[in-house]
């Protein structure tokens, strides 16, 4: 349907994680827009189902490639892949997981699937699409954080660690591609309701359901916060930009308080 970088039509889009909540709806929605697709995730039956449909539905050419983003050896041979078409003019760097105890009850191999997929794999699926968006000038990333990266709970140390990181690699990003055709949007979704937190090992209904947003609501938020330009979209807060520009002048006056040869005084007596 599309060749280049919307001459006729928006180009392609890759959505990691798409065989299930979140990356599903965004897959969905995407189609309609017209975009053709790439869909990602472990599960073939899933992500060759929803291929199919959205093919059916919406006209569009869509990919569908199993793949397991924790794996180095497949995580590079998709980096390959998408870094190699020119037609795709989207990254979407869903994928993501969960497990939600107390650091000293997570298992090691729990920490490392949160660490090398929502950290590494979006780090090298950004690095491989970023130079040709930036050669062409043109091409969008969304990196879907979560509000929980902003801050840790008891039991989301791990996990608020690897979404923080999301949010400063995507905040620098935004700042680094300043004056550019090149479009970096943070998302920031509260709870919503999806298989990661049966996942997590804390199930929906545990959580206050006026609290929980559905996957629809949050991806549409999540789009029009695209389609407005937002560099941070947190679906849920209603007065978004005006909190975060607290939080960033709580950073940047902590920062700045740091830049001086001299230790604070406080330390004065103990140093030689
Ligand atoms: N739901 C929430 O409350 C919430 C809130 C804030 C942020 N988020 C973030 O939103 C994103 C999507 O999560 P979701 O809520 O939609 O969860 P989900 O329903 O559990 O979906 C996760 C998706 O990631 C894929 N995935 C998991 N492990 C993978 C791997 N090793 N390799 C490739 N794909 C993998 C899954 O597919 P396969 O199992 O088929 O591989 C699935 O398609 C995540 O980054 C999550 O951290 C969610």
């Known amino acids: ?21 979140i990356g599903a709806v965004y897959a969905e929605r995407l189609a309609r827009r017209g975009y053709d697709l790439i869909l990602a995730a ?18 569009v050419a869509v990919r569908s490639v199993t793949a397991d983003l924790s794996d180095g050896r497949q995580l590079e041979a998709f980096a ?50 970023l130079p040709g968006f930036k050669r062409r000038d043109h091409g969008a990333i969304v990196n879907i954080g979560s509000v929980l990266g902003f801050r840790s709970l008891p039991v989301s140390t791990i996990y608020s660690a690897t979404k923080a990181y999301v949010v ?16 970096v949007q943070l998302v920031a979704p509260a709870a919503t309701a999806t298989d990661i937190w049966d996942i997590s090992g804390v199930p929906l ?37 005006r909190l975060i520009a607290a939080l960033d002048d709580a950073t940047l006056a902590l920062l700045g308080a740091s830049q001086t040869s001299e230790p604070a005084a406080r330390y004065l007596s103990q140093v030689p």
């Open 42 to 59: 472990r599960r073939t039956d899933r992500i060759e189902a929803l291929a199919e449909s959205l093919r059916e539905r919406f006209g």
């Open 80 to 129: 390959e892949l998408i870094g190699a078409d020119e037609t795709v003019t989207l990254l979407v760097n869903n994928a993501g997981t969960s497990t939600l105890a107390s650091v000293a009850d997570t298992p090691f191999a729990a920490a490392e699937a949160m660490n090398g997929l929502n950290i590494r794999a979006l780090v090298r699926l950004t690095l491989a699409v």
């Open 168 to 183: 400063m690699f995507t905040r620098g990003l935004v700042d680094e591609l300043a004056g550019t055709n090149v479009f």
């Open 205 to 241: 209904s545990a959580l206050d359901p006026a609290t929980v947003m559905t996957v629809e609501t949050m991806v549409d938020a999540a789009l029009a916060g695209l389609d407005a330009g937002e560099a941070v979209t947190m679906p849920s807060v209603e007065d978004a930009s």
């Open 1 to 21: 349907m599309t060749t280049e970088n919307g001459d006729d039509g928006p180009g392609t889009a890759v959505v990691t994680g798409a065989s299930a909540g």
